[in-house]
Antibody
Framework: EVQLLESGGGLVQPGGSLRLSCAAS????????MSWVRQTPGKGLEWVSA????????YYADSVKGRFTISRDNSKNTLYLQMSSLRAEDTAIYYC???????????WGRGTLVTVSS | EIVLTQSPGTLSLSPGERATLSCRAS???????LAWYQQKPGQAPRLLIY???SRAAGIPDRFSGSGSGTDFTLTISRLEPEDFAVYYC???????????FGQGTRLEIK
């Protein structure tokens, strides 16, 4: 059974940093591209970042480029999202998602809530 | 960046009825790159349809997708009580590589 379990969310002040993790199991993590997708009540679903299976290719939404860094450790079956210079508008539930063919997301974690507030 | 606009915002129907949800793109989208998701309260989205018309694993055949170019449709042939949820369309492109979602259609019980 595919499982994705996010952790690392919490309350952080504007300008602060946070690192999210996503522990994967039940599939061959090292051959799967992965993404982070976030959701806010006001803006719905927003793709944040993606990484190829070997980490060669990394992609970012314009809204987080230069502030967020995606990475993975295939030996630990874990995906990461390092977030810095956080803003109030980064407040959201952050999901990790496994890619199916191309950039379709066939499995999602339950999400971790990030709140940016003073 | 391609913008996806879903309509209607809210659809009120009864179990057993047919639901038709629309997703319109601001520019042409390859059919291969269009998906639909279902999301229930407190849950993550679930992939229903990818490649515009292919059902994901375990998805009942009452769900079907169609369309091309800028207009895509998700059809639920006979609504079951568990189908009442929010539905999102999603597309991805390669130049630049990114994914975008529609704003969602809420399917509610009439």
């Amino acid at each position: 059974e595919v499982q994705l379990l996010e952790s690392g969310g919490g309350l952080v002040q504007p300008g602060g940093s946070l690192r999210l993790s996503c522990a994967a199991s039940g599939f061959t993590f090292s051959t799967s591209a992965m993404s982070w997708v976030r959701q806010t009540p006001g803006k719905g679903l927003e793709w944040v970042s993606a990484i190829s299976d070997s980490s060669v290719n990394k992609y970012y939404a314009d809204s987080v480029k230069g502030r967020f860094t995606i990475s993975r450790d295939n030996s630990k079956n874990t995906l990461y999202l390092q977030m810095s210079s956080l803003r109030a508008e980064d407040t959201a539930i952050y999901y990790c998602a496994k890619h199916l063919n191309g950039w379709f997301f066939d499995f999602w974690g339950r999400g971790t809530l990030v709140t940016v507030s003073s | 960046e391609i913008v996806l606009t879903q309509s209607p915002g809210t659809l009120s129907l009864s179990p057993g009825e047919r639901a038709t949800l629309s997703c319109r793109a601001s520019q042409s989208v390859s059919s291969s790159y269009l998906a639909w998701y279902q999301q229930k309260p407190g849950q993550a989205p679930r992939l229903l349809i990818y490649g515009a018309s292919s059902r994901a694993a375990g998805i009942p055949d009452r769900f079907s997708g169609s369309g091309s170019g800028t207009d895509f449709t998700l059809t639920i042939s006979r609504l079951e009580p568990e189908d009442f949820a929010v539905y999102y369309c999603q597309q991805y492109g390669s130049s630049p590589p990114l994914a975008t979602f529609g704003q969602g259609t809420r399917l509610e019980i009439k």
